[in-house]
């Protein structure tokens, strides 16, 4: 099993493009998350589904969209980027409930100029 | 509200001392507490978690306590060793059923 992977690792974009983080998980996890991680600002949570066809806010989610189209998939999507959302984006997934472990993807590192 | 606090920022100590990491937290409702180890350039990955309806949790040289009166739960790691140095985050599910951490601990360990 891959477990939790992210496309792309790296990206450069400039200001106003828009862009498409993928996330897949192999491992059939109903839960999955999207965080962004600054210096000193730990991981916030940006948008989450708790299934197929769901998503739901988190605490930083202006300027993402997300969708959840299939259970294995999670997209992110920056509309207009801005040099604000230049961060490490990591993807997560765990298994349904409120108590289980959280499997990371390796991060894909933004920069916005 | 889901925050989680935690503290300290940074933290220092000398191999084979111990080191405490303390996160409190306000949605009552939240009943599962994990910490996670991320190394410099690595994913964040799962240490150890508890359980609320338990009060402490032991696995080699990492415990967990928590404490949900108060509303608050720590890491220790005792017989601390350079591999231990890392970023550690505590987090916790809320009542919405997402999963909130809190800012990080940079560890460091002095040989």
């Known amino acids: 099993n891959a477990g939790v992977t992210q496309t792309p690792k790296f990206r450069v974009l400039k200001t106003g493009q828009s862009m498409t983080l993928l996330c897949a998980q192999d491992m059939n996890h109903e839960y999955m998350y999207w965080y962004r991680q600054d210096p000193g600002m730990g991981l916030r949570l940006i948008h989450y589904?708790?299934?197929?066809?769901?998503?739901a806010k988190g605490e930083v989610p202006d300027g993402y969209n997300v969708s959840r189209l299939k259970k294995q998939n999670f997209l992110l999507g920056l509309e207009s980027a801005a040099p604000s959302q230049t961060s490490v984006y990591f993807c997560?997934?765990?298994?349904?409930?409120?108590?289980?472990?959280?499997?990371f993807g390796q991060g894909t590192r933004l920069t916005v100029v | 509200g889901e925050n989680v606090e935690q503290h300290p920022s940074t933290l220092s100590v000398q191999e084979g001392d111990s080191a405490v990491i303390k996160c409190t937290y306000s949605d009552s409702a939240s009943n599962y507490f994990p910490w996670y180890k991320q190394e410099l350039g690595k994913r964040p990955q799962l240490i150890i978690d508890i359980r609320s309806n338990v009060g402490e949790k032991k696995d080699q040289r990492i415990a967990v306590t928590l404490n949900k009166t108060a509303k608050h739960f720590s890491l220790h790691i005792t017989e601390t060793q350079p591999e231990d140095s890392a970023v550690y985050f505590c987090?916790?599910?809320?009542?919405?059923?997402?999963?909130?951490f809190g800012s990080g601990t940079q560890l460091t360990v002095l040989p």
């Open positions: 997560a997934s765990s298994w349904a409930g409120r108590d289980t472990e959280a499997f």
């Open positions: 589904s708790v299934g197929e066809g769901t998503t």
């Open positions: 987090a916790h599910s809320g009542s919405a059923r997402q999963l909130t």
